[in-house]
Antibody, heavy 123, light 108 residues
Framework: EVQLVESGGNLVQPGGSLRLSCAAS????????MSWVRQAPGKGLQWVSVISGGGAISYYADSVKGRFTISRDNSKNMVFLEMNSLRGEDTAIYYCARAPILRGIITRGGDFWGPGTLVAVSS | SYELTQPPSVSVSPGQTARITCSGE??????VYWYHQRSGQAPVLVIY???KRPSGIPERFSGSSAGTKATLTISGAQVEDEGDYYCYSTDSSGNRGVFGGGTKLTVL
């Protein structure tokens, strides 16, 4: 059974940092790209970042580039999102999702999502 | 920045056909994915690669894409199909994912 479980969400002050984790099981982890998607309270989905199966390639939304870093540990079947210089507009539920890779394309839509973890940025 | 445009809401009676559109300049060359999200739950993929249905998704869900517009069709919509629907694709570079603003489907 495919499982994705996010953790690390918390209340943090503006300008602070946080590291989100996503534990994966039930599939061959390094065969999939992994992405982060967020959803602010009452708002729509926003794509944040994606990392390739081997971890060598990553892409970011303009709104987080330079502040967030995605990484993965294939030996532990985990993907991470390091978030720095957090702002109020980063407040959201953060979902991790696995994305099948086809012909080298890693930005395909996620086919399975975790339940999410809540990040709140406030003083 | 690249955008995908969806209607804010669609309403149908049970058993009717619901159609939700998604417009974007890069769609002629990029696949579209559709997600269903019920309140308080994670999104669920209902259509991938424009018109393919994942296992476990009812046959009443179908997708199509022509030119700069993609369409999710729910033939014989049921009450359990209510919720928010989002389209997803990438910009022309293929390096940035983008979601549409979402469409709230009401079946009553």
């Amino acid at each position: 059974e495919v499982q994705l479980v996010e953790s690390g969400g918390n209340l943090v002050q503006p300008g602070g940092s946080l590291r989100l984790s996503c534990a994966a099981s039930g599939f061959t982890f390094n065969n999939y790209a992994m992405s982060w998607v967020r959803q602010a309270p009452g708002k729509g989905l926003q794509w944040v970042s994606v990392i390739s199966g081997g971890g060598a390639i990553s892409y970011y939304a303009d709104s987080v580039k330079g502040r967030f870093t995605i990484s993965r540990d294939n030996s532990k079947n985990m993907v991470f999102l390091e978030m720095n210089s957090l702002r109020g507009e980063d407040t959201a539920i953060y979902y991790c999702a696995r994305a099948p890779i086809l012909r080298g394309i890693i930005t395909r839509g996620g086919d399975f999502w975790g339940p999410g973890t809540l990040v709140a940025v406030s003083s | 920045s690249y955008e995908l445009t969806q209607p804010p809401s669609v309403s149908v009676s049970p058993g009717q056909t619901a159609r939700i559109t998604c417009s974007g300049e890069a769609l002629p060359k990029k696949y579209v994915y559709w997600y269903h999200q019920r309140s308080g739950q994670a999104p669920v993929l209902v259509i991938y690669d424009d018109d393919k249905r994942p296992s476990g998704i009812p046959e009443r869900f179908s997708g199509s894409s022509a030119g700069t517009k993609a369409t999710l069709t729910i033939s014989g919509a049921q009450v359990e199909d209510e919720g928010d629907y989002y389209c997803y694709s990438t910009d022309s570079s293929g390096n940035r994912g983008v979601f549409g603003g979402g469409t709230k489907l009401t079946v009553l």
